[in-house]
């Protein structure tokens, strides 16, 4: 039962406009919310996170949106740049536990 | 830093051979995974550790079996493979927040 789920397997964007990448979760337990990103033969790398007590949180090209009650989160890159191709992960947690669950990944791409 | 090491990067195993995959972290967490990830889908939990001693099954632990005798190591034991076991299996540590640190994984192939 896959309770993390990331609809879209891929996306391409042009270089310079905004990634969006989206995620929603079955689980009202969960209450921390994570995105990696992944290399081709590479383990995930932690990108940025947020809590449920946040509806957003950024760090610099990066920012991940929280709506707990359409239990949905995006990630938003702005701008994409090349380098952002990969592949990337949407992760969550309930606060009392120590096991993450995650989506299967969207496959981004960034056009020159 | 080295942070999580896992060897080996590559392996063919035939049908019913056994083998260990290697996972060693240096940052001194506590808790440690075992994660396979298939093509299409994401990162399914196969054992976890909470400290040295303390190991627990995960989502998809059929066919695998899990050690945690030093804070270091965590090695997981496929005992008879099986082309199901065909998979990337990535070793995390987790320290005092919720981000894992990865390895960079174990490409198995079981022909």
């Known amino acids: 039962d896959q309770q993390v789920k990331q609809n879209s397997p891929s996306l391409s964007v042009q270089e310079g406009r905004i990634s969006i990448l989206n995620c929603d979760y079955t689980?009202?337990?969960?209450?921390?919310f994570l995105w990696y990103k992944k290399y081709p033969a590479e383990g995930p790398t932690f990108l940025i996170s947020i809590s449920s007590i946040k509806d957003k949180n950024e760090d610099g090209r990066f920012t991940v949106f929280l709506n707990k009650s359409a239990k949905h989160l995006s990630l938003h890159i702005v701008p994409s740049q090349p380098g952002d191709s990969a592949v990337y992960f949407c992760?969550?947690?309930?606060?009392?536990?120590?096991?993450?669950?995650f989506g299967a990944g969207t496959t981004v791409t960034v056009r020159a | 830093n080295a942070g999580v090491t896992q060897t080996p990067k590559f392996r063919i195993l035939k049908i019913g051979q056994s083998m260990t995959l290697q996972c060693t972290q240096d940052?001194?967490?506590?808790?440690m995974y075992w994660y396979r990830q298939d093509p299409g889908m994401g990162l399914k939990l196969i054992y976890y550790?909470?400290?040295?001693?303390?190991?627990d099954k995960g989502e998809v632990p059929n066919g695998y079996n899990v050690s945690r005798s030093t804070t270091e190591d965590f090695p997981l034991r496929l005992e008879l493979a099986a082309p199901s076991q065909t998979s990337v299996y990535f070793c995390a540590s987790r320290g005092a927040n919720y981000g894992y640190t990865f390895g960079s994984g174990t490409r198995l192939t079981v022909v």
């Open positions: 992760a969550a947690s309930p606060s009392n536990d120590y096991k993450l669950s």
């Open positions: 550790s909470v400290g040295a001693g303390i190991t």
């Open positions: 689980n009202s337990m969960f209450d921390y």
């Open positions: 940052m001194n967490h506590n808790y």
